[in-house]
């Protein structure tokens, strides 16, 4: 999928639109919950990276409730190259496959919102490997994920919803 979107700039940006909009929509889905349930002052000064971050949202509300940290949003090339028009001092762009070798070294948080669901287990390994290199002692991987119960634990309506 995200083959075709990046030969599909404007289904691209529809895709990107329709995240941000379901994101905000779904109660349990907003942001807040990650800009305002996780003990992100306890950084100080610190450097989020937003692996994976498409346009920035997060990263921008972020920054914005949270004055003492700064964020890097990466993404693939075209990703960033559209959403950097909207880059703050506390907020920058960088274009990063996540695959390869993490470039910011020593960043307070890695984190990863709504990634690993799109990949299976081997390739979230391979992901989470990759970052490796850039840690240092006392670095989190911070996961914002959706996860899903076991099948037939659900009325078949909610289970069809999020499977």
Same mark, same amino acid.
């Given at each position: 999928?995200?083959?075709?979107?990046?030969?599909?700039?404007?289904?691209?940006?529809?895709?990107?639109?329709?995240?941000?909009?379901?994101?905000?929509?779904?109660?349990?889905?907003?942001?807040?919950?990650?800009?305002?349930?996780?003990?992100?002052?306890?950084?100080?000064?610190?450097?989020?990276?937003? #692996?994976? @971050? !498409? %346009?920035?949202?997060?990263? &921008?509300?972020?920054?914005?409730?949270?004055?003492?940290?700064?964020? $890097?949003?990466?993404?693939?090339?075209?990703?960033?190259?559209?959403?950097?028009?909207?880059?703050?001092?506390?907020?920058?762009?960088?274009?990063?496959?996540?695959?390869?070798?993490?470039? #910011?070294? @020593? !960043? %307070?948080?890695?984190?990863? &919102?709504?990634?690993?669901?799109?990949?299976?287990?081997?390739?979230? $390994?391979?992901?989470?490997?990759?970052?490796?290199?850039?840690?240092?002692?006392?670095?989190?991987?911070?996961?914002?994920?959706?996860?899903?119960?076991?099948?037939?634990?659900?009325?078949?309506?909610?289970?069809?919803?999020?499977?």
């Amino acid at each position: 999928m995200f083959d075709f979107l990046r030969t599909q700039p404007l289904k691209a940006d529809q895709f990107s639109k329709a995240m941000r909009f379901y994101a905000a929509g779904v109660p349990g889905y907003s942001e807040s919950h990650l800009v305002e349930g996780y003990p992100w002052d306890s950084l100080g000064t610190g450097t989020v990276v937003d #692996v994976g @971050g !498409a %346009d920035g949202h997060v990263g &921008r509300a972020l920054s914005k409730t949270h004055r003492n940290l700064s964020v $890097v949003v990466e993404d693939l090339p075209d990703v960033v190259a559209a959403a950097s028009q909207v880059a703050t001092d506390r907020v920058r762009y960088q274009a990063y496959d996540f695959f390869s070798p993490q470039p #910011v070294v @020593g !960043a %307070d948080v890695y984190l990863f &919102r709504w990634v690993f669901h799109d990949w299976p287990d081997h390739w979230i $390994v391979r992901i989470l490997r990759a970052q490796v290199p850039a840690l240092r002692k006392g670095n989190r991987i911070v996961v914002n994920e959706s996860l899903s119960p076991p099948r037939g634990s659900l009325p078949l309506t909610l289970e069809r919803n999020i499977q």
